[in-house]
């Protein structure tokens, strides 16, 4: 009965996502054909042309953001040799439920801070805030690389983007603060919602069988196309909300591609240095996008060409330094982070809203110049710099607490035996969720993954 965990817990969970789904969302107004009765009964339906700062003039973007989603990470956790097809096939199962879930969570947080219940509208801005909010799970995914079962990784899937909207309700409408591009909301949300997976789960670096861990360079070539991918359309990512402000989605756009290209440079030359003239496959495949990430939250700001430069290049430095160095010690300690999304995603968005509040409290005037009160959802008009600097910081305070005490209750949840759990001996190892057409190292592995395993924080 055990190997049926997974479809039944799926399928109750499927069916009770179409059930909210009829509850809580509806099609936007744009997508309703507009009739009207003409000349003999007729019906006469009014089309609704596309103009300038139309949601459909953002569509390219937003498959931009999915393939990212989809294509980007899905490549890049290929990188493990013995977690290949499983780093890629979950990473899509989160992607199609998360991009369904989302849009019942805005329901959801909307009726609890409004007071009232509000339908979700399934519009294109819709789907690209799915998109930004998935990309939060997949970064949590990547911290658990491994560690999770597919039944655990659908209660997370449900858990998290509900608490990422939460967090992202307080930030924007209560502490005013804008964050585009996600450096918080998104990246930093995502790393440490699974750091504290993993410390409500209890796993422990010793406990993974070495030859697990290992890549291949096969492996590592397919993660490269997945950073391809995401160093190409992360401009898309940052700016596809944008759309009715082009000043600023354009200045979006060009924020992004300096500082992820000045990553890019200072990523490789950084692991050559830390690595006697040689590079490390992680730091390239990784640190090359931590421009993407840490330009997020000042990505909106009118700052001259060489501050995305300088952004971008430290923290390209900064995640290069992290894998190579901060990675280790982590592990030292007790902290597990199988795909180093903290030093992708963690350590870069937090230096990015540091950076972004920098901007801020260097400028002579008002905050409010950077961007579009309308277009970036703030309410903060007025304040100070110093007193917008505050914000931020309140901003990053809270979403580190919201997000690593959610993801240790969460990580305690899935813990309970009622949930598949992964053997020690089985982490990073997908052999228990595929068919091979051979009987190889896999099957046997899984034989005994089954018979001599221990539960993870078991001890």
Known sequence: MKQFTLPITGYIVFVVVI?????????????????????????????LRLTSGSMMGSYGMMMDATAMCVMGFGFLYAFCKKYTWAG???????????????????????????????????????MIGADLVTAAVLITFGVLYGFTSPTQLIIIC?????????????????????DAGGSILTHAFGAFFGLGI????????????????????????FAMIGTIVLWMFWPSFNGALLFDDVTVQQRVVVNTYIAICASCVTGILTSALLHKGKFAMIEVQNATLAGGVSIGMSCSFNVAPWVPVLIGGLAGALSSVGYAKIAEMLEGVGVMDSAGATQLHGIPGVFGALAAGIVVLATPNSYNQYFSRDTMWTEGDGVSTGEQFGMILASIAVTLLISFVVGVLNGLLIRLPVFDTVNNIMLINEAPYFEFEEEDEKASSVEMGLTNGVTIGSQ
């Not at 969302?25 to 089309?47: C, Q, Y």
């Not at 449900?158 to 307080?170: C, Q």
């Not at 789960?201 to 291949?216: F, H, Y």
Request: glycine residues 6%; hydrophobic residues 40%.
């Open 158 to 178: 449900l858990i998290e983007p509900l608490a990422m909207k939460i967090n992202e309700h307080i930030i924007v409408h209560f502490l005013h603060t804008s």
């Open 198 to 221: 993993t410390l409500g789960l209890g796993t422990k670096a010793k406990n993974i069988p070495e030859e697990n861990r290992k890549t291949t360079y096969t492996s590592d070539s």
């Open 88 to 126: 890629i096939t979950f990473n899509l199962f989160i992607c199609g439920l998360c991009f369904l879930w989302c849009q019942v969570c805005t329901c959801i947080v909307s009726s609890i801070f409004e007071g009232e219940f509000i339908k979700a509208e399934i519009n294109i801005t819709a």
């Open 19 to 47: 059930i909210l789904f009829g509850v809580c969302t509806k099609l936007d107004s744009d997508s309703v054909p507009d009739v009207s009765e003409g000349a003999n009964d007729t019906v006469i339906r009014t089309p």
